[in-house]
């Protein structure tokens, strides 16, 4: 389809996709609700379930499950596979039925009352199946599906990278689609409508519309399509009507045209959107209807400027994957919205939905709230495959490579959000080129792009961007400035983790080894000068890699840390300095390192606050240390090289925006730090410094360790969700809580090292000096499912024996299941023990080798 989008004006279904109006006489279904059980994955791309395999399932070993669901929500590992089965009603000698499938991972093939109807290989773009021919009259149609992400099956369809875990299973919503018996043909898993905008003046546009319609009827039908366009007051603008004859089975597309008066166009931040009705109707009877809202806009590249509706659009954003910690990619449409609730909140103007096609849910969003969007087509990271011994194919292009590339343009060819495809991300140039001419073959009216390591540079895109990380993975964080390297930025960013932390004045880290929270905090407020302050024209694009962490085999194994949400949804220090400079209309202001809670670095370290207000006033334990204005600060000289000199010729540190900063002394034991902007905000933390003995404090006394080298600190402030526990930030103890169970909230608790680090096995005790209760978090030695790990026999055991020294104790054990984080960062199943304690008791915690934190909730006594 190459004549229907002239150059740079799109209109773009919203709200449900148009698939999914559900609107008499089309009706669609969340199918949620399936039966799953494992199968075992073929052996080659080539091979295919045996025709009868439906049939042959039989009744035993099936597990109810919703969808969304993938494997590893069974136990099961990513590269198996699976079989999905419900029923469903049809009524099909009146009805049509379509089964829309929004994503799965990776291969699936679509059965009907054990007929074999369709099969897609894909997991990121949509199949939509006609099941009408298998189905029976009645409430007892099976619908099975048979899932693989099979490493050899799923090669070659752009499912599977070096950069991400694809998960397997049906991951993405499912809907059933009763239509008549002509409806709108969803072509290539489109909605079937493709909305074109031309001659846009300030007067009026022409808006055409080419509806891909079939009839499924047994006799031929002479139709009539009615569009109906609504301006975005909810006014009508225009209506136009298409006719033709179709013979039994056919599909035909049938083009109108709607002028509209004085056109509204979309834009950032100002989602002006249209609404169309599309009907299609036989003898005045209506078939099919499908409501959509849409945008109109102008996207092109001047002289090397992004060009949206004459204006230049200086690109300012994230990159985007798919994924929470707990549901991976089974991801559901509240998580998204939160996401983009976030996203609204930090201020992206563009977001780069990596590395494959999204749900339509996040275009649609996107949509909705006037954020631009570059969507790619899955050809990630192939050129690391001999780094990480990970193979996916994609070294030649192939049929289904270009299929899926189609299937990512038409299926979103309505979005105006999507302002920019792109062919590939660090991959075989030849592949991506020839991918690109794939898109351009279909879609002229956008720039096409390509994301480069560095030496890959297709020549058939129209721009390419840079994945920079100077300072990262070698080089200096300065080297940024450097253009034109640095003027198109598809990634750049750093890895954080929330219990790494070093002396404000070092830039000290070690790639997936050792990753400080500072060090990030330094390499951002670089990047941030430049891009908002110094140089905002010689950098086009900057995306900024990741808006959240998601699981990958790099940090530990386990996660890419660059995010700055963390996977568990909390934001970083980075996410808070990004949105000072994406947000001067928000106040922020945010007190860094708080998760750094007991520190052992000298005194006068320093507090470093984010903030866009003209000044902040920062007080420790109730006195001032003085006011600081937006502008004050630079960054250490100790952290440039030798050579550095600044803007003026001088060696000192850069001058950074948003930063204030004291090299204040703390006073040693518990700190209070408050922040005060001139906007009104204050924030405030609790922070300990070392000391030789630590001062009294009011709850706890006698604090005793029985190992020297394991040494107990009580600490006197909440327990946070998502935060740490232990007090080492050397990377010796990485432990974290997730959410936080209801028992322990507001509990002050008592820090150590590492307790499952056999040389740090340790018996505690106290006396309490008002009334509370103790609490004792631990280990259970078992892990969530999605972990995909047998329990752990010595932390079982040793957790067995600690339960029954705390039920000797008088602790009794909570019901309320719990799970946090051990060292290497994956989910582990927790317990919670409990006592009511009365001032003047004597509680004595025996050593075992395993994760716990005891806490004392003292609330109840202030």
Not at 171 to 191: C, D, N, Q
Not at 326 to 341: G, S, V
């Amino acid at each position: 389809m190459k004549s229907l989008l002239p150059a740079f004006l799109l209109l773009v279904p919203l709200l449900l996709p148009a698939l999914h109006a559900d609107d008499p006489p089309r009706r669609a279904s969340r199918l949620g609700e399936w039966q799953f059980r494992a199968d075992e994955p073929l052996g080659s791309a080539d091979r295919q379930p045996a025709p009868d395999a439906a049939r042959k399932l039989g009744d035993d070993g099936w597990e109810s499950v919703a969808v969304p669901h993938v494997f590893r929500q069974s136990g099961l590992p990513d590269n198996t596979a699976g079989w999905y089965r419900t029923t469903v009603a049809a009524t099909p000698r009146e009805h049509h039925y379509l089964l829309h499938l929004e994503g799965a991972g990776s291969v699936t093939d679509v059965y009907v009352n054990g007929e074999h109807v369709g099969r897609h290989r894909g997991a990121f773009t949509s199949s939509v199946h006609d099941l009408t021919p298998a189905l029976d009259e009645g409430a007892d149609n099976v619908v099975a599906l048979r899932v693989s992400n099979g490493d050899r099956e799923a090669m070659n369809c752009l499912s599977h990278s070096t950069l991400y875990v694809t998960n397997g299973g049906l991951y993405r919503t499912a809907w059933l689609i009763e239509t008549g018996k002509v409806h709108f043909e969803p072509h290539m898993g489109s909605s079937g409508l493709y909305l074109t905008g031309r001659d846009i003046t300030r007067d009026s546009a022409t808006l055409a519309i080419e509806a891909h319609v079939r009839n499924a009827g047994a006799a031929a039908a002479r139709v009539t399509v009615t569009h109906v366009v609504e301006g975005p007051d909810g006014s009508a603008v225009g209506k136009a009507t298409a006719t033709a004859a179709l013979e039994p089975g056919a599909t035909r597309p049938l083009e109108s045209t709607v002028t509209i008066a004085d056109p509204e166009l979309w834009d950032i931040r100002q989602p002006k959107l249209y609404r169309v009705t599309s009907t299609v109707s036989v003898d005045g009877t209506a078939m099919d209807t499908i409501r959509e809202r849409t945008g109109l806009r102008t996207i092109r590249i001047d002289d090397g400027r992004f060009m949206l509706n004459g204006r230049e659009l200086l690109v300012r954003g994230v990159n985007k994957h798919q994924q929470t910690e707990h549901e991976w990619n089974a991801i559901t449409d509240e998580q998204l919205t939160w996401e983009w609730d976030h996203l609204d909140q930090l201020g992206a103007n563009t977001v780069r939905l990596a590395h494959y096609p999204h749900r339509r849910f996040e275009y649609r969003t996107a949509d909705e709230r006037g954020i631009a969007i570059w969507a790619e087509n899955g050809l990630a990271g192939q050129l690391w495959q001999h780094e990480v011994k990970r193979d996916s194919g994609e070294r030649e292009p192939n049929a289904d490579g270009e299929r899926i590339t189609r299937e990512m343009v038409h299926q979103n060819w309505n979005h105006p959000s999507i302002l920019f495809w792109s062919s590939g991300n660090e991959t075989y140039e030849k592949v991506a080129a020839h991918y690109a001419e794939i898109i351009r073959e279909h879609d002229a009216s956008r720039p096409i792009t390509y994301a480069s390591a560095h030496e890959d540079r297709p020549d058939t895109v129209d721009f390419i961007a840079g994945n920079t990380y100077q300072g990262w993975y070698g080089g200096h964080f300065s080297e940024f400035s450097q253009l034109p390297r640095n003027k198109y930025v598809s990634e750049t960013g750093a890895g954080t983790w929330v219990t790494h932390h070093i002396p404000q004045d070092e830039a000290r880290w070690k790639v997936d080894d050792f990753e400080p929270m500072e060090y990030g905090n330094l390499f951002t407020e670089y990047r941030l000068q430049s891009v908002f302050r110094d140089n905002p024209e010689g950098h086009k694009m900057y995306l900024w890699w990741n808006f959240r962490e998601f699981y990958d085999r790099k940090f530990k194994n386990n996660r890419n840390t660059k995010g700055m949400l963390t996977l568990a949804g909390e934001p970083k220090d980075v996410y808070y300095l990004h949105r000072a400079f994406l947000r001067p209309d928000l106040p922020v202001l945010h007190i860094t390192s708080r998760n750094h809670f007991y520190r052992w670095f000298a005194p006068d370290n320093g507090t470093k606050v984010f903030s866009n207000a003209d000044s902040v006033e920062l007080f420790i334990n109730g006195e001032s240390q003085g006011r600081r204005s937006n502008g004050d600060y630079r960054q250490p000289i100790s952290v440039y090289p030798d050579s550095w000199r600044n803007e003026e010729g001088k060696r000192e540190g850069r001058r950074i925006d948003n930063v204030f900063f004291w090299k204040a002394p703390l006073q040693p034991g518990r700190n209070v730090i408050e922040a005060h902007d001139s906007n009104g905000q204050r924030e405030r933390t609790v922070i300990y410094q070392w000391a030789e003995t630590d001062p009294e404090n009011e709850v706890i006394g006698d604090l005793e360790s029985s190992n020297p080298e394991c040494k107990a600190h009580f600490i006197d402030r909440p327990v946070e969700a998502q935060g740490a526990f232990y007090y080492m930030v050397d990377g010796s103890s990485d432990n974290t809580f997730d959410k936080l169970p209801e028992a322990i909230e507001g509990a002050s608790w008592i820090a150590t090292k590492r307790l499952s680090d056999p040389a740090r096995k340790t018996d505690l005790s106290f006396t309490l000096k008002k009334d509370a209760t103790v609490h004792v978090m631990h280990s259970t030695g078992s892990f969530p499912p999605i972990v995909l790990r047998e329990p752990k026999r010595e932390w079982v055991e040793a957790a067995g024996e600690l339960g029954r020294q705390l039920e000797a104790l008088g602790f009794g054990q909570s019901a309320e299941p719990a799970v946090w984080r051990g060292h290497d960062l994956w989910l582990a199943d927790a317990a919670v023990w409990s006592r009511p304690s009365k001032a003047g008791d004597r509680i004595e915690i025996p050593g075992v080798t395993l994760d716990y934190v005891v806490m004392i909730d003292h609330s109840a006594a202030e």
